[in-house]
């Protein structure tokens, strides 16, 4: 792989693990208020978080939600996230019921559930925008070879060219 493409994924890797995050600790405050609470206490909640993150991740990469060649704006990309979305929830259930035997509020669940997909195809849909315009600049391309002439040839061609792929077709055999 591309060097500058690889740092680019692992800069979205590392991202999404912070926007995980991110969407644990909003939960917590959304539903909680905007101040830590002796009843629900915030470190018990974010530890289980933080152990859940890396998992989701993990996640993340075995359904590849991180592959190269496709479309984040479609139907198939979403139902990935939702489904990251809902094992994230399901995991932090599970490790925090198992842990604490107790819980504050199921309405942080949703409000995780819904961040977590928000937060993560947000941030996919505006990766994915950086990555066309590092293609735009010759960042983290392939060259490629097209064999064929043919019509189906044309069209890839054609889609790569004007979707900004991060393969550039260099010449056609």
Do not use: C
Not at 6 to 12: E, S, V
Not at 14 to 42: E, K, M, N, Q
Not at 94 to 112: G, H, M, V
Not at 117 to 134: E, M, P, Q, S, T
């Amino acid at each position: 792989m591309n060097k500058q493409l690889l740092t680019l994924k692992i800069f979205q890797v590392i991202v999404d693990g912070l926007l995980i995050l991110v969407a644990f600790a909003l939960a917590y405050f959304l539903r909680i208020g905007f101040y830590f609470s002796t009843d629900f206490p915030f470190g018990q909640y974010f530890l289980i978080g933080a152990i859940t993150m890396p998992f989701t991740r993990l996640f993340m990469f075995f359904i590849r939600a991180y592959k190269l060649s496709q479309r984040v704006v479609s139907l198939r990309h979403i139902q990935r996230i939702v489904f990251v979305a809902v094992e994230n929830v399901f995991l932090f259930m599970i490790l925090y019921y198992f842990t604490f035997r107790e819980f504050f509020s199921r309405l942080i669940l949703i409000y995780l559930f819904l961040l977590t997909l928000v937060f993560i195809w947000g941030w996919h849909v505006f990766f994915r925008w950086i990555l066309k315009k590092a293609s735009s600049r010759e960042i983290g391309i392939y060259k490629t070879l097209v064999i064929g002439t043919n019509r189906p040839a044309q069209q890839i061609i054609r889609l790569l060219i004007t979707e900004k792929s991060h393969i550039k077709p260099v010449a056609v055999i």
